[in-house]
């Protein structure tokens, strides 16, 4: 007897990796899943809060081995939905921010799919903040710009050669190989004393992260090995980090 | 008999308004708390998870009605978390977005007082992604600049008028005041046809939206008699909303 099936899908931010780092609203979505989509940015941790018996399929990107490319998964999501009912694709970070949500979205909506957005708490604002970088800070930063490293086509964005020009904070997410590339459009605008953090598995045990400045950081990211994934923060806020040799936060705090 | 005070600061970012959009963490420091200062766009609802007897004071900004100064908001969190123990800071949406939390931390780190922050999902991303835009979408928009329209000297932030002229989906926090200021500065740029959204109240059942472009957002505004507190949304990416009569998600879908 096959029961009435709803087809659903709820798009669900997973957060940066600390598995408490999820919405009520996210967790509730994972309790009341027929079957899970996730990605390789997801703490496996958040699958234990997943009802026994429900299926989770992994369909993340890892180096050299794309198991699904993105038009399998939009197919698989509208596959699952008719057969299964809520589909709860759950993928690091927010879903909106770099995930390519918006198109599995949009596709499963083109079947008459109802969809969910639920937001999660995105890489590129909270992993500095929980290294004591605030993204913004009066007097210092008033906005921040937080860009791809890697676009559709390939090359750098052009938005990184303009924000090397403003006084944003500029996050950079998926930069990390084209890091000499970023630092030399910094250079090009005489800003080599500009702080600069780079975080690899942010929020996570194995948490490491590399901290100096434009004309520093290359160097100081070898020594300390870091690898994919992870985020890079440039401006003048960085400096805020306690382990800042010249820590602005004290001499800032009293201009106020 | 008094008993052992540790001195605690936990800085938690409440969402932007929906109460099912705190992280666990945060509902577990809320749990946990002796004390719970918050400010005016903390939903309510969340103060409910706070154990009977715990004291809350709302420290917010009301028009017309300013509570607590910035310095005596440091101070109320110092005194208290040396006679009560762990305070807990509740923000709306995440503390290092425009909230001052840094320097509430950073005040509290220098009496020595052991803080933590826990990250809340801003408003800057999560507000456009409940209406169905996408802060980034693949071929459409690659980056995304969050700017307050309120600085600390009151004039509007330069960081804008470079945003006109770049691609990114610029996302504008308190800015409404600002409006006619802001929209002539995409005009400046030929830029008359770029999707517009304003969201005033998002994620509460109060929510009200106007949407449109350069060209037509200033009246579309007015009809709709938006308020604050409210985040404006500049870019192509805004158009695709389903309500947007030309709606790009189809075609650009295709292209793809």
Chains 1, 2 share one sequence.
Do not use: C
């Amino acid at each position: 007897m096959k029961r009435n099936i709803q087809p659903r899908l709820t798009l669900v931010g997973a957060g940066p990796g600390d598995p408490e780092l999820i919405t009520l609203k996210g967790l509730q979505a994972l309790l009341d899943a027929d079957i899970i989509l996730y990605d390789a940015l997801v703490n496996p941790e958040l699958l234990k809060h997943v009802p026994v018996g429900v299926r989770k399929i992994f369909v993340g990107k890892r180096r050299r081995a794309h198991t699904y490319s993105q038009d399998q998964i939009n197919a698989l999501i509208v596959d699952l939905a008719f057969s299964y009912g809520h589909v709860v694709r759950l993928k690091g970070g927010d879903p909106f921010v770099f995930g390519r949500g918006y198109e599995e979205m949009h596709y499963a909506e083109s079947f008459n799919i109802e969809t969910t957005y639920i937001p999660g708490i995105s890489s590129s604002i909270a992993l500095a903040g929980l290294q004591g970088i605030p993204v913004t800070h009066r007097g210092v930063s008033e906005s921040f710009w937080v860009i791809t490293g890697t676009t559709s086509s390939g090359a750098l964005s052009r938005d990184i050669e303009i924000a090397a020009q403003s006084s944003a904070t500029v996050i950079i997410l998926m930069g990390l190989e084209k890091l000499s590339e970023i630092i030399s459009l910094y250079r090009k605008q005489k800003k080599d004393d500009i702080g600069v953090a780079i975080i690899q598995n942010g929020s996570l045990p194995t948490e490491n992260m590399a901290i100096g400045t434009v004309d520093t950081i290359e160097e100081i990211a070898r020594q300390e090995g870091i690898g994919t994934p992870a985020v890079i923060i440039i401006g003048e806020t960085v400096k805020n980090h306690k382990d800042f040799p010249q820590s602005l936060a004290n001499w800032k705090y009293l201009l106020n």
